[in-house]
């Protein structure tokens, strides 16, 4: 993309082909020059677009009537294309048609240049993104599908009617949508399995001889996966050239404003480091860890030792929390030589890996605590483990009698059993918070471990200890998982010239929520 | 004295005189289609005192006999190819040193299934429970050659308490961590940590894979289950199993006072359930499943840089070499008959010398048949260059 002052005079271009359909992979970036106003606002319009697809995606099922409408909604509202009855064969007429798929274009590769540069910034990108694609592509006819996949070169040999026919037991049972007839309809594509894996990885086609037979009707995650390869190949490459974009001074302070919104509190810079003493941590735990982290510390100070997964998970909350590497080591090795482990193989093995989780060792990244969706989404736990969140990976009776044994009233454990059901475990951990707190509303909306503790000692202590960096405002309806209201809003450097009316918008869109 | 007290000792007889070192290098070359392909593969050693050294490579056969003969490890891990070699990692700009392609391996370990066998915890075994280890193999092994189409499989024996597999076909070897962990979960059935009780749900449809590791579950179930590990036998075992059912039927089994005939009033039992109501039961397999499947490490398979124990490599608790199992005679593979660092030199006044040999063997002939399809694979692109 080249910059310039001026804005590009009429609509003459050789990209017909390239928005020719409504929906794009965004395999080539934009070769034209664009006006700065233009780049903030479609990197902002995108912005409220992907953050529209978080909430809604946190507090719908993605493939509800309800979750759709809402998102149509939004898409239209903010002049993105979508479903358009218009035939894609010629040059889309309506010229705000073409305006729309432009924007959607330049929007999606400005967004990049923000979201590349860190493993958290490109997850959440590529998550939204996806997530949006998704809605996309299922709102198109099932003609404007396949001209898509056609433009897209994403072509399967579809499997002979005598195949379908030996096979038809096999692709019957491979998925719930189906039956005798339906099989016989549709077409299944062939597939190899690894452009497949989501699928494949639940079971959601019949495999065999490393082949996946996928029925046209999932054809959509096919795509997706393909989209997601491209877009982490592309977003690492975009990373690497950012030193040359972040020097232009007219673009740097709306990229970092951009990225840091979404980023905000991470808990990886180390607050009140070594206030804490060891002695308090068994306290600690009952009055103000997430039962996650309750869980874990009673599981390590009961058999005086914990798995991989566990040690992680705890002990880069304890990091989290303002332990220093000196009592984290202490703390570990106690609580490891109660155990069956002798001073010698502690110092040896399990010495090495703390020292990793504070940076010490090996790679010297800083480790960060990991997040609500992290230990939600990542690394199941197995016979043997302790971590996880207990909301989500817990069998709901023995949720419930863990509950119990805190002192949960019989309503609020039933509150909370209610929204583990509709899969809102944040919300269902905010409400064992507010109950364990004897408080209405919590306050804030829940998406890390290290920020239930910070809150419950606000709580506890008066206020006292933690500095609060942004007021909050009480949101009844917060959805969990999405945040970004703590971020302090950055100052943009004197010599910037992008306009203030469009940082001030963007100021206040950030804290709105 | 014990085996591990022994290694010092013998080790260096082991890696002079035993140790297959020109098939080991046969295999991990590949047939040197991939120019530095060995060159590149980063091993690891544990030597004595629990030094670990990480990024060990070598450049031929040669150099790799003569270091592991100069190190006596006491443990050899094997690594993925890198874009460089691993002992020269640290002079290479930060960022392109990578872990390219690795074989896709699965670690299966009997630790793993304490919570439903009787016999034994932790890292004991005994022959009750290896059968686990025999319907582990059966049911990936076909899964993995008949649905993913691998072909060529290592089956190891880990040297204490486990099981590992090597798949080493090209295709394998190239799968990125998300395809490893889709094959991973797609072979997962058991899921849940401590605070599970049921840990294998089943609906409709019954995926095929999961009728196939049913019938190899079957096969193996009464023997295993209800006569080795009698798990209808006692209250206390009965409650773990019965935790699994629907509904309270525990005093029902109760009044059964013949364990086997307990599980077939417990079949009744859902069968009058199930004839009763719309949805499908499948109480009968989940419990089968639970106590059966395999269980898989999956961070194991994931991660292209993982470190896993090297085939012939020497546990260093038990002494036990890690021999390759042999998959026709599955049935009759007993992990207290593999041969220990003492007994392969016949160090054991009352029982006779055990040989290495055959174990030797099996993986001669696995690297010869994957080199045959290598020649096959070559000739058969060649043709078709030809008719052009």
Same mark, same amino acid.
């Given at each position: 993309?080249?910059?310039?002052?001026?804005?590009?005079?009429?609509?003459?271009?050789?990209?017909?082909?390239?928005?020719?359909?409504?929906?794009?992979?965004?395999?080539?970036?934009?070769?034209?020059?664009?006006?700065?106003?233009?780049?903030?606002?479609?990197?902002?319009?995108?912005?409220?677009?992907?953050?529209?697809?978080?909430?809604?995606?946190?507090?719908?099922?993605?493939?509800?009537?309800?979750?759709?409408?809402?998102?149509?909604?939004?898409?239209?509202?903010?002049?993105?294309?979508?479903?358009?009855?218009?035939?894609?064969?010629?040059?889309?007429?309506?010229?705000?048609?073409?305006?729309?798929?432009?924007?959607?274009?330049?929007?999606?590769?400005?967004?990049?240049?923000?979201?590349?540069?860190?493993?958290?910034?490109?997850?959440?990108?590529?998550?939204?993104?996806?997530?949006?694609?998704?809605?996309?592509?299922?709102?198109?006819?099932?003609?404007?599908?396949?001209?898509?996949?056609?433009?897209?070169?994403?072509?399967?040999?579809?499997?002979?009617?005598?195949?379908?026919?030996?096979?038809?037991?096999?692709?019957?049972?491979?998925?719930?949508?189906?039956?005798?007839?339906?099989?016989?309809?549709?077409?299944?594509?062939?597939?190899?399995?690894?452009?497949?894996?989501?699928?494949?990885?639940?079971?959601?086609?019949?495999?065999?001889?490393?082949?996946?037979?996928?029925?046209?009707?999932?054809?959509?995650?096919?795509?997706?996966?393909?989209?997601?390869?491209?877009?982490?190949?592309?977003?690492?490459?975009?990373?690497?050239?950012?030193?040359?974009?972040?020097?232009?001074?007219?673009?740097?302070?709306?990229?970092?404003?951009?990225?840091?919104?979404?980023?905000?509190?991470?808990?990886?810079? $180390?607050?009140?480091?070594?206030?804490?003493?060891?002695?308090?941590?068994?306290?600690? +735990?009952?009055?103000?860890?997430?039962?996650?982290?309750? $869980?874990?510390?009673?599981?390590?100070?009961?058999?005086?030792?914990?798995?991989?997964?566990?040690?992680?998970?705890?002990?880069?909350?304890?990091?989290?929390?303002?332990?220093?590497?000196?009592?984290?080591?202490?703390?570990?090795?106690?609580?490891?030589?109660?155990?069956?482990?002798?001073?010698?193989?502690?110092?040896?093995?399990?010495?090495? +890996?703390?020292?990793?989780?504070?940076?010490?060792?090996?790679?010297?990244?800083?480790?960060?605590?990991? +997040?609500?969706?992290?230990?939600?989404?990542?690394?199941?736990?197995? $016979?043997?483990?302790?971590?996880?969140?207990?909301?989500?990976?817990?069998?709901?009776?023995?949720?419930?009698?863990?509950?119990?044994?805190?002192?949960?009233?019989?309503?609020?454990?039933?509150?909370?059993?209610?929204?583990?059901?509709?899969?809102?475990? $944040?919300?269902?951990?905010?409400?064992?918070?507010?109950?364990?707190?004897?408080?209405?509303?919590?306050?804030?909306?829940?998406?890390?471990?290290?920020?239930?503790?910070?809150?419950?000692?606000?709580?506890?202590?008066?206020?006292?200890?933690?500095?609060?960096?942004?007021?909050?405002?009480?949101?009844?309806?917060?959805?969990?998982?999405?945040?970004?209201?703590?971020?302090?809003?950055?100052?943009?450097?004197?010599?910037?010239?992008?306009?203030?009316?469009?940082?001030?918008?963007?100021?206040?869109?950030?804290?709105?929520? | 004295?014990?085996?591990?007290?022994?290694?010092?000792?013998?080790?260096?007889?082991?890696?002079?005189?035993?140790?297959?070192?020109?098939?080991?290098?046969?295999?991990?070359?590949?047939?040197?289609?991939?120019?530095?392909?060995?060159?590149?593969?980063?091993?690891?050693?544990?030597?004595?005192?629990?030094?670990?050294?990480?990024?060990?490579?070598?450049?031929?056969?040669?150099?790799?006999?003569?270091?592991?003969?100069?190190?006596?490890?006491?443990?050899?891990?094997?690594?993925?190819?890198?874009?460089?070699?691993?002992?020269?990692?640290?002079?290479?700009?930060?960022?392109?040193?990578?872990?390219?392609?690795?074989?896709?391996?699965?670690?299966?370990?009997?630790?793993?299934?304490?919570?439903?066998?009787?016999?034994?915890?932790?890292?004991?075994?005994?022959?009750?429970?290896?059968?686990?280890?025999?319907?582990?193999?059966?049911?990936?092994?076909?899964?993995?050659?008949?649905?993913?189409?691998?072909?060529?499989?290592?089956?190891?024996?880990?040297?204490?308490?486990?099981?590992?597999?090597?798949?080493?076909?090209?295709?394998?070897?190239?799968?990125?961590?998300?395809?490893?962990?889709?094959?991973?979960?797609?072979?997962?059935?058991?899921?849940?940590?401590?605070?599970?009780?049921?840990?294998?749900?089943?609906?409709?449809?019954?995926?095929?894979?999961?009728?196939?590791?049913?019938?190899?579950?079957?096969?193996?179930?009464?023997?295993?289950?209800?006569?080795?590990?009698?798990?209808?036998?006692?209250?206390?075992?009965?409650?773990?199993?019965?935790?699994?059912?629907?509904?309270?039927?525990?005093?029902?089994?109760?009044?059964?006072?013949?364990?086997?005939?307990?599980?077939?009033?417990?079949?009744?039992?859902?069968?009058?359930?199930?004839?009763?109501?719309?949805?499908?039961?499948?109480?009968?397999?989940?419990?089968?499943?639970?106590?059966?499947?395999?269980?898989?490490?999956?961070?194991?398979?994931?991660?292209?840089?993982?470190?896993?124990?090297?085939?012939?490599?020497?546990?260093?608790?038990?002494?036990?070499?890690?021999?390759?199992?042999?998959?026709?005679?599955?049935?009759?593979?007993?992990?207290?008959?593999?041969?220990?660092?003492?007994?392969?030199?016949?160090?054991?006044?009352?029982?006779?010398?055990?040989?290495?040999?055959?174990?030797?063997?099996?993986?001669?002939?696995?690297?010869?048949?994957?080199?045959?399809?290598?020649?096959?694979?070559?000739?058969?692109?060649?043709?078709?260059?030809?008719?052009?």
């Amino acid at each position: 993309m080249l910059f310039g002052g001026r804005k590009k005079k009429g609509v003459e271009n050789p990209q017909t082909e390239l928005y020719g359909h409504c929906l794009q992979l965004y395999t080539q970036p934009p070769l034209e020059n664009i006006s700065l106003v233009e780049f903030e606002q479609f990197a902002v319009d995108r912005m409220k677009l992907l953050k529209t697809v978080e909430n809604l995606g946190v507090t719908h099922i993605k493939t509800s009537e309800d979750y759709s409408k809402k998102l149509h909604a939004e898409i239209s509202s903010l002049n993105f294309p979508h479903r358009t009855e218009v035939s894609t064969f010629i040059v889309p007429a309506v010229a705000s048609e073409y305006e729309k798929r432009r924007k959607d274009h330049i929007s999606h590769f400005i967004l990049r240049l923000a979201y590349c540069q860190t493993e958290d910034l490109r997850r959440w990108f590529i998550q939204q993104e996806m997530d949006l694609f998704r809605h996309r592509f299922n709102d198109l006819s099932p003609k404007s599908k396949s001209d898509f996949l056609h433009r897209n070169s994403l072509q399967y040999e579809t499997i002979s009617v005598e195949e379908k026919k030996s096979l038809m037991e096999k692709l019957i049972n491979s998925s719930y949508a189906f039956s005798g007839c339906t099989v016989e309809e549709q077409d299944f594509y062939k597939v190899p399995f690894q452009d497949a894996l989501d699928l494949v990885r639940m079971r959601k086609v019949f495999v065999k001889d490393g082949f996946a037979y996928v029925p046209h009707q999932d054809i959509v995650t096919i795509v997706l996966n393909d989209y997601r390869t491209r877009l982490s190949k592309a977003l690492a490459l975009t990373a690497r050239s950012l030193p040359v974009v972040q020097s232009d001074e007219r673009l740097q302070p709306l990229l970092s404003h951009l990225s840091h919104a979404y980023v905000g509190q991470d808990y990886s810079i $180390q607050k009140n480091i070594g206030k804490i003493s060891l002695e308090q941590i068994d306290s600690l +735990s009952t009055k103000s860890f997430p039962p996650c982290m309750r $869980q874990l510390h009673k599981a390590l100070r009961d058999s005086h030792h914990l798995r991989h997964g566990g040690r992680m998970q705890y002990g880069l909350f304890l990091k989290g929390i303002g332990l220093t590497l000196d009592q984290a080591l202490q703390f570990w090795r106690a609580e490891f030589l109660r155990g069956k482990v002798d001073a010698d193989k502690f110092d040896k093995a399990y010495a090495y +890996s703390i020292r990793h989780m504070f940076g010490k060792e090996g790679k010297r990244t800083d480790y960060t605590p990991y +997040s609500c969706m992290k230990v939600i989404l990542s690394n199941p736990p197995s $016979q043997g483990d302790h971590h996880g969140c207990p909301f989500r990976h817990s069998d709901p009776e023995l949720l419930k009698q863990k509950l119990q044994s805190y002192k949960i009233s019989s309503g609020g454990i039933n509150q909370i059993l209610e929204l583990v059901k509709g899969m809102h475990y $944040q919300l269902a951990c905010q409400k064992y918070f507010e109950l364990t707190h004897s408080i209405d509303d919590a306050g804030f909306s829940l998406n890390h471990p290290n920020q239930y503790f910070s809150e419950s000692q606000k709580l506890l202590t008066g206020g006292k200890e933690v500095k609060r960096e942004l007021d909050s405002p009480r949101r009844p309806h917060a959805a969990a998982g999405s945040e970004n209201s703590k971020a302090p809003p950055e100052t943009p450097s004197s010599s910037n010239r992008v306009p203030q009316e469009v940082m001030d918008d963007l100021d206040s869109f950030f804290q709105e929520e | 004295m014990s085996e591990a007290a022994c290694l010092p000792e013998l080790l260096p007889l082991y890696y002079r005189r035993l140790f297959p070192f020109s098939q080991y290098h046969r295999w991990l070359s590949y047939g040197g289609v991939t120019k530095n392909y060995f060159q590149n593969r980063e091993f690891s050693f544990t030597l004595k005192d629990d030094i670990y050294v990480r990024y060990q490579s070598f450049s031929n056969q040669n150099e790799l006999e003569k270091e592991i003969q100069k190190m006596n490890p006491y443990k050899i891990d094997i690594g993925a190819v890198y874009s460089h070699r691993p002992n020269q990692h640290n002079t290479v700009k930060s960022g392109t040193f990578q872990a390219l392609e690795k074989e896709l391996v699965f670690d299966i370990d009997m630790t793993d299934y304490d919570d439903v066998r009787r016999c034994c915890s932790s890292a004991d075994i005994c022959t009750k429970c290896w059968i686990l280890m025999t319907i582990a193999i059966r049911i990936i092994d076909r899964a993995l050659r008949e649905d993913f189409g691998f072909r060529h499989l290592l089956w190891v024996y880990s040297g204490r308490r486990g099981v590992h597999c090597w798949v080493c076909d090209e295709a394998a070897r190239k799968l990125s961590v998300a395809a490893r962990s889709a094959v991973a979960e797609y072979l997962t059935l058991v899921k849940g940590g401590e605070e599970t009780v049921k840990k294998v749900q089943l609906s409709d449809p019954v995926h095929p894979f999961i009728k196939e590791s049913l019938a190899v579950v079957r096969r193996y179930f009464t023997d295993y289950a209800l006569v080795g590990q009698d798990i209808m036998g006692s209250k206390e075992s009965m409650d773990k199993v019965v935790a699994l059912v629907p509904d309270d039927i525990l005093a029902a089994l109760q009044a059964e006072k013949n364990p086997t005939k307990r599980w077939e009033k417990l079949k009744v039992i859902v069968q009058q359930k199930q004839a009763s109501s719309k949805k499908s039961y499948y109480t009968e397999e989940e419990i089968m499943l639970q106590y059966c499947y395999p269980r898989l490490d999956v961070n194991v398979s994931k991660g292209v840089n993982h470190l896993l124990k090297s085939p012939f490599s020497v546990h260093p608790k038990t002494g036990r070499i890690s021999v390759p199992i042999d998959l026709r005679e599955l049935g009759q593979f007993n992990p207290f008959d593999v041969p220990t660092i003492r007994s392969v030199f016949g160090i054991f006044s009352d029982y006779k010398r055990t040989s290495l040999a055959k174990y030797v063997k099996l993986f001669d002939q696995f690297v010869e048949e994957m080199e045959r399809s290598r020649k096959g694979e070559l000739l058969r692109r060649t043709d078709l260059q030809k008719d052009f």
